[in-house]
């Protein structure tokens, strides 16, 4: 069993940047793939980024903008978002599975953060 917190959103304005945090524990989660998804008021939750044990991956909409990374010593994924804009607000969460296909999907993550609120002001 893996338990994953995100930390780190909060209220920012637009161009600035967070750093999100997503630890890990119960077990290590170093053969994890580790994806970050967001969901704003209203709308489906969307993929952001993904990382595995040797690539990361992006959506078109962050790419460029958002770095994700991952400290194998503290079991922690992090998501630093840079230049940001108000269409980024939303509820942030993390989420881990063994595989390393199909990232960008919500389904077959094995394990979810509660999630972290990101809100950009214009």
């Known amino acids: 069993q893996v338990q994953l917190v995100e930390s780190g959103g909060g209220l920012v304005q637009a161009g600035g940047s967070l750093r999100l945090s997503c630890a890990a524990s119960g077990r290590t989660f170093t053969t994890y793939s580790v994806g970050w998804f967001r969901q704003a008021p209203g709308k489906e939750r969307e993929f952001v980024a993904a990382?595995?044990?040797?690539?990361?991956y992006y959506a078109d909409s962050v790419n460029g903008r958002f770095t994700v990374s991952r400290d194998y010593g503290k079991n922690t994924v992090y998501l630093q978002l840079n230049s940001l804009k108000p269409e980024d607000t939303a509820v942030y969460y993390c989420?881990?599975?063994?595989?390393?296909?199909?990232?960008?999907?919500?389904?077959?993550?094995?394990?979810w953060g509660q999630g972290t609120q990101v809100t950009v002001s214009s």
């Open positions: 989420a881990a599975k063994r595989e390393v296909v199909n990232l960008q999907y919500t389904q077959n993550y094995d394990y």
């Open positions: 990382i595995t044990w040797s690539s990361t």
